[in-house]
C-alpha cells in the first residue's frame, strides 16, 4: 500500500467512524426501556419487541465495526496497520477502502 492509498483509507475509516457513531446513538435511543408512557396497547408493544430486537443485532454489529475501525486507527502509523489479524499479509487495500472495517484480509475472511 502506498501513502496515496493508505490516506484514501484512513478518509474512508474516519467517514464510517462519525457514521457508526450517530448511528450507534440512534440505536441506543431506540433500545432503551420503554417507558409506561410509551406503552400504548398490546400490538405496538408487540411491534416494539420486534423491533428491539432488530435494533439490538444492529447495535452489536455497529459497536463492533466501531471497534475495528478505532483499532486501525490506533495503529495507523505502524506498520501492522493493514495487515490480516490472522495471517498478517497485507489486506487489499480496495478491500479496506470498501470496507474499512475490515480485519481479515478475503482469504482469512472466507475461511
Ligand atoms: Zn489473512
Redo the contacts with the bound molecule.
Sequence with gaps: MDSKEKEEIRMAIEEKVNELTSRIKDLQEATKPMGLDNAVGRLSRMDYINNKTIDEANLRQSESKLKALQRWLSMIDTDKFGK?S????EINPKRLLFMPEST??I??ASR
Design positions: 490480516c490472522r495471517c498478517n499479509k481479515h484480509c482469504q482469512c
